[in-house]
Nanobody, 124 residues
Framework: QVQLKESGGGLVQAGGSLRLSCTASGRSLSSNAMAWFRQPPDQEREFVATTSWIGGMTSVADSVKGRFYISRDNGKNTVYLQMNDLRPEDTAVYYC?????????????????WGQGTQVTVSS
């Protein structure tokens, strides 16, 4: 069994920064892709960013490109999301996920394990 725990969310003013962390426990999944998705209020869950294990390749959504950065520490089974220049429209519950393979896809079906989410609220 694999469990994912997100942390680092909170309330921040527009223009500020936060760093989210997600740590996996249980079976080792260090070779699988890891990603962040988010679900704004009254909206569908959407892709944010993903990263591979081998090569450290990344992909980010256009809505956060240049502001958000994803990274991972395989030794700690942890993935991070550095969020800069936050905007009110970034307000959402942020979820981390572990992929079914090393492929760092951008759709929800590419991911097998999910955390319970951490709330990020950006005030104007």
């Amino acid at each position: 069994q694999v469990q994912l725990k997100e942390s680092g969310g909170g309330l921040v003013q527009a223009g500020g920064s936060l760093r989210l962390s997600c740590t996996a426990s249980g079976r080792s999944l260090s070779s699988n892709a890891m990603a962040w998705f988010r679900q704004p209020p009254d909206q569908e869950r959407e892709f944010v960013a993903t990263t591979s294990w081998i090569g450290g390749m990344t992909s980010v959504a256009d809505s956060v490109k240049g502001r958000f950065y994803i990274s991972r520490d395989n030794g700690k089974n942890t993935v991070y999301l550095q969020m800069n220049d936050l905007r009110p429209e970034d307000t959402a519950v942020y979820y981390c996920a572990v992929g079914r393979s090393e492929i760092f896809g951008i759709v929800q079906d590419d991911y097998e394990y999910w955390g319970q989410g951490t709330q990020v609220t950006v005030s104007s």
